[in-house]
């Protein structure tokens, strides 16, 4: 289904490689990488001995965020570019900088799971203090912006759940097991697998969506559960969609959520 409002991206991402391309700055945008070897557009924080966090460049802009089943659908603005993590949490990323691996399916290139909210959270506390960035969870609106990556359809490759398993792994491609990070073509941003493979843990309480816009909305400042989002290995493509909108209490944890992690930009 299509909601028929225009996405309005405060940049578009042709303007801005562009612009990237040809050394001019971007009053809101970092204009170079943050970095050593990195390029523009894209961050890679180094959490020792080689393992690395690779993040992508996702622009300000406006959506329609939520859909029929999410609703009311509802204009949203986000106002400051910010990186989003390109994959899932590896294991292999958080035991280096959490010291453990709490997951039910092993594989360093897996995404990590059986972690919490709260272990989620922590996660990004320890990764800020070794890197200087701030490192948080998504808000849900970052994660759908980004996730629908300029679409306004089911999901960011289009309403056809036929073609899902060229994209993500749900339940009748995973093996009922969830897959390494990265393995699935990205979307327009440059994004793996925010489509299946683990649910992801936002950092919003979840609460009940208005009808009125809304500017860099964070959730409502109380709750029960807090946010996951993109659906899992487990489940089905309607479950997987950019708009679905599921939670769990914050001391919940099982095999098949994990997270993703944003850094501010302009934070060095
Ligand atoms: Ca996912």
Redesign the pocket.
Known sequence: MRLGRTVRQGWSIAAVAVAFSLGFGLSSFPTQAEDKGGSPGQLALDLGDGVKLDLVLIPSGTFTMGDEGSRPAHPVTLTRPFYLGGC?ITQEQYEKAVGSNPSMHQGAKNPVEMVTWNDAVAFCQKVSEKTGKAVRLPTEAEWEYACRAGTTTTFSFGDDDGVFAEHGWINDNSGKTPRPAGEKKANAWGLH????????WCGDWFGEYAEDAATDPAGPPSGEQRVMR?GSWGDNAWICRSAARHSRTPDYKIGYIGFRVVVETGTR
Do not use: I
Not at 193 to 200: F, I, L, P, S, Y
């Open positions: 899932e697998d925010m489509h299946g493979n683990v649910h992801e993109g």
